[in-house]
């Protein structure tokens, strides 16, 4: 079983800057992928970042050149600076977790950590 535990949201102004972290707890392998998705306001769960085995990273458009992923297997955790934050950039952000099994992906979720861009 794997626990992924968000911090670090919160109220900030346009063009401000905040950091989320994600720690993860459980049977963690630096072969899983780990990553950032976002539920805006009456918008579908989209893709923010991952990043994968060896700090391969991938980025949404909306977010590219604004937002770094980086990951820490030793502390198995994950990052995502934000800046230039936008009002469209207000959503829960949802650390994901993603272990590449005999059988498929799967997918682990954590409850989220609300980011609000507002001035």
């Known amino acids: 079983q794997v626990q992924l535990a968000e911090s670090g949201g919160g109220l900030v102004q346009p063009g401000g800057s905040l950091r989320l972290s994600c720690a993860a707890s459980?049977?963690?392998?630096?072969?899983?992928?780990m990553g950032w998705y976002r539920q805006g306001p009456g918008k579908q769960r989209e893709l923010v970042a991952t990043v994968g085995d060896g700090g391969i990273s991938n980025y949404a458009d909306s977010v590219k050149g604004r937002f770094t992923i980086s990951r820490d297997n030793a502390k198995n955790t994950v990052y995502l600076q934000m800046s230039s934050l936008k009002s469209d950039d207000t959503a829960v952000y949802l650390c994901?977790?993603?272990?590449?099994?005999?059988?498929?992906?799967?997918?682990?979720w954590g409850r989220g950590a609300q980011v609000t861009v507002s001035s």
């Open positions: 994901n977790l993603r272990k590449f099994t005999g059988w498929g992906p799967f997918d682990y």
């Open positions: 459980g049977s963690i392998s630096n072969r899983d992928a």
